[in-house]
Antibody, heavy 120, light 108 residues
Framework: QVQLVESGGGVVQPGRSLRLSCAAS????????AHWVRQAPGKGLEWVAVISYDGSKKYYADSVKGRFTISRDNSKNTLYLQMNSLRAEDTAVYYC?????????????WGQGTMVTVSS | SFVLTQPPSVSVAPGKTARITCGGNNIGSKSVHWYQQKPGQAPVLVISYDSDRPSGIPERFSGSNSGNTATLTIIRVEAGDEAAYYC???????????FGGGTKLTVL
């Protein structure tokens, strides 16, 4: 069935790095934009980044620009989020989500989320 | 940057109609998507492109968008509709996705 499965979350110290992965199955991954969205404990949804279907365009929230990098490997049906210089305020559940053909599309498929905790 | 404003909470009795608003400057010129999120679960798309209902979403859910306000309407509200609801747009001026702050729907 159509699904996204995140992995790579965990506990990390401030200033360190972490890479999240999101494995797609059940659809043509290369045909869709893909997003990362996060949710801090007890808070609302916060968009993190988007990558176009072919990887040629990438956009980031101001809060992570310069620290996080979104990428994809369409041959492996996998989306990535490289997170560097992590801060306590990056603590959140991170979701990957399927967008539309373009970056403005709705998020019609979501993963179950992976928790990232930044703490010393 | 573009801002979406939602009421923090809306309460409605079972069987009645709930309306959740999402305000933004000339939001009527943008496509609005709505998500439902229950505690401990990932969000689920309930309305896309202002008023399109994805497969599997009950007809009780509908959306509209005009002027400075988009609205998610749920008729014949059920206990299972109790959740947080978020509106979302793509802001072309900043190339950013923007989410509203979310509305907690309580079924009395």
């Amino acid at each position: 069935q159509v699904q996204l499965v995140e992995s790579g979350g965990g506990v990390v110290q401030p200033g360190r790095s972490l890479r999240l992965s999101c494995a797609a199955s059940g659809f043509t991954f290369s045909g869709y934009a893909a997003h990362w969205v996060r949710q801090a404990p007890g808070k609302g949804l916060e968009w993190v980044a988007v990558i176009s279907y072919d990887g040629s365009k990438k956009y980031y929230a101001d809060s992570v620009k310069g620290r996080f990098t979104i990428s994809r490997d369409n041959s492996k049906n996998t989306l990535y989020l490289q997170m560097n210089s992590l801060r306590a305020e990056d603590t959140a559940v991170y979701y990957c989500a399927r967008g539309g053909r373009g970056e403005e599309g709705a998020f019609d498929i979501w993963g179950q989320g992976t928790m990232v905790t930044v703490s010393s | 940057s573009f801002v979406l404003t939602q009421p923090p909470s809306v309460s409605v009795a079972p069987g009645k109609t709930a309306r959740i608003t999402c305000g933004g400057n000339n939001i009527g010129s943008k496509s609005v998507h709505w998500y439902q999120q229950k505690p401990g679960q990932a969000p689920v798309l309930v309305i896309s492109y202002d008023s399109d209902r994805p497969s599997g979403i009950p007809e009780r859910f509908s959306g509209s968008n005009s002027g400075n306000t988009a609205t998610l309407t749920i008729i014949r509200v059920e206990a299972g509709d109790e959740a947080a609801y978020y509106c979302q747009v793509w802001d072309t001026s900043s190339d950013h996705v923007v989410f509203g702050g979310g509305t907690k729907l309580t079924v009395l």
